[in-house]
C-alpha cells in the first residue's frame, strides 16, 4: 500500500551521490542577506509566454532570502510552502573549509550582477545559485525547494530533525515541520531560467539534471526502500537533462512520461541504468523539483571539477 504522506522530519537528500538537507520552517544558517557573486553572466532578453498557456509562478527569488516558496495555489492550512536548499558533495579543502558557496545547509539566494529579464521582459535581481567543487565519482551540486510542509503532529511524525529558532524573513520561534507530498497534477509542464558559469570547456554546456522526487523514488515514500533503511535503490527520480550554457536560457521540461517507457521530446523518465525500475510517475504525490550537476569520471581521471548552476524565475503551466 502506498503511503499518503511519509516523512519523519525535514528533507534529507542522502543519496550515494546527493547529501543536503532541505530547509525546514527554521534554520538559524539562512538568515541574513542574500548572497552575492563575481560571476559574469548574460541575459537571455525577453521572453514572451506561450499563449496558449496560464504560467503560475512558483517562485521569483526575490521576495525572501532562501523561500519560503511563493507558490499558494493547492497550500492552505495546515499545509506551508517548502524552503529552498542546497544538496550535494560537501567535500572540505587541506584548510578544513567548505568549498561550497553558499555553505552546505546556510543556503541564500545570490544577487545577478546586472539585473536581466524573464518572462514577459520581467526584470530578475536575484537567482538561486550553487557552486561546489566535486572530486568523487558521481558526486553532485545542486539546489531545489520542496513544495508543501505540516507541523509535525498534523503528519503524524513523533520527532522533528530542526528545532531550532530564526527563520529568514520573520521574527517568529521555530515551528519544526515536515514535509508533504503534494499534487502538482494540473500543471502540464515547469519553464525556469538557467545558466552556468562553468561549461565544459569542450561541449561549451554542462548537463543539469532537473528531477521530481515522489512517493516512488523517494525514501521517505517506503517503496523504493521497501520501507526499510537501504536507500540504494532509490532516488532514481523523474528527470530531464538539460544543458546549461554560459547564457541565460529558458527551459520548458514537460511532466510527461510517454508511453512505454519512451516520453516524448522534452518528458521526463528515470534513469534506467540504476536505481529502482519499477517507480512509476505520481503528480498527485510530489515532494518537490531539485536540480543537480554530477561529475562522472573517477577522481583519479582529473582535478576537481569546479561546479556552479544557476537557476531563476521558476513557474508551473497548466
Known amino acids: 500500500m502506498r503511503k499518503q504522506i511519509s516523512c519523519s522530519g525535514c528533507l534529507v537528500v542522502g543519496m550515494a551521490f546527493l547529501s543536503g538537507l532541505a530547509a525546514c520552517a527554521s534554520s538559524p544558517g539562512q538568515a541574513g542577506a542574500k548572497d552575492s557573486s563575481p560571476a559574469t553572466l548574460t541575459d537571455a532578453g525577453c521572453m514572451n509566454g506561450d499563449p ?30 517548502g524552503y529552498w536548499y542546497n544538496s550535494g558533495a560537501s567535500y ?46 558521481y558526486d553532485t551540486c545542486g539546489v531545489g525547494f520542496e513544495f ?77 526502500n521497501g520501507g526499510g533503511g537501504n536507500t540504494s535503490m532509490c532516488y532514481n527520480s523523474y528527470a530531464a537533462y538539460l544543458d ?12 510527461d512520461t510517454g508511453k512505454g517507457g519512451k516520453p516524448p521530446a522534452g518528458g521526463i523518465a528515470i534513469d534506467t541504468t540504476w536505481g529502482y525500475q519499477d517507480a512509476q510517475w505520481i503528480p498527485t504525490q510530489v515532494y518537490g523539483i531539485n ?6 569520471i573517477a577522481p583519479d581521471a582529473g582535478p576537481p571539477l569546479k561546479t556552479e548552476i544557476w537557476v531563476d524565475d521558476v513557474y508551473f503551466l497548466e
Open 92 to 137: 572540505f579543502s587541506d584548510a578544513g573549509a567548505d568549498t561550497s558557496n553558499p555553505p552546505q545547509l546556510s543556503f541564500v539566494f545570490s544577487a545577478l550582477p546586472t539585473r536581466t529579464n524573464t518572462l514577459n521582459c520581467k526584470a530578475s535581481a536575484h537567482a538561486a545559485r550553487q557552486s561546489c567543487v566535486l572530486n568523487g565519482l
Open 244 to 255: 546549461f550554457t554560459t547564457s541565460w536560457q529558458q527551459f520548458t521540461v514537460l511532466l
Open 148 to 224: 508543501a510542509q505540516v507541523p509535525v503532529g498534523d503528519a503524524g511524525a513523533p520527532a522533528a530533525s530542526n528545532t531550532s529558532a530564526g527563520d529568514a524573513g520573520d521574527a517568529g520561534a521555530s515551528i519544526p515541520m515536515v514535509t508533504v507530498p503534494f499534487d502538482i497534477s494540473r500543471y502540464k509542464a515547469i519553464t525556469f531560467w538557467g545558466m552556468t558559469t562553468t561549461p565544459d570547456p569542450t561541449a561549451g554546456s554542462m548537463q543539469v539534471k532537473v528531477q521530481f522526487p515522489d512517493t516512488d523514488t523517494d525514501p521517505r515514500g517506503e517503496i523504493c
Open 291 to 296: 536540480w543537480q550537476a554530477q561529475r562522472n
Open 52 to 81: 496558449n498557456a496560464t504560467y503560475v509562478l512558483i517562485d521569483d527569488m526575490e521576495t525572501t532570502t532562501h523561500g519560503p516558496i511563493e507558490l499558494a495555489t493547492g497550500i492552505a492550512s495546515p499545509l506551508s510552502q
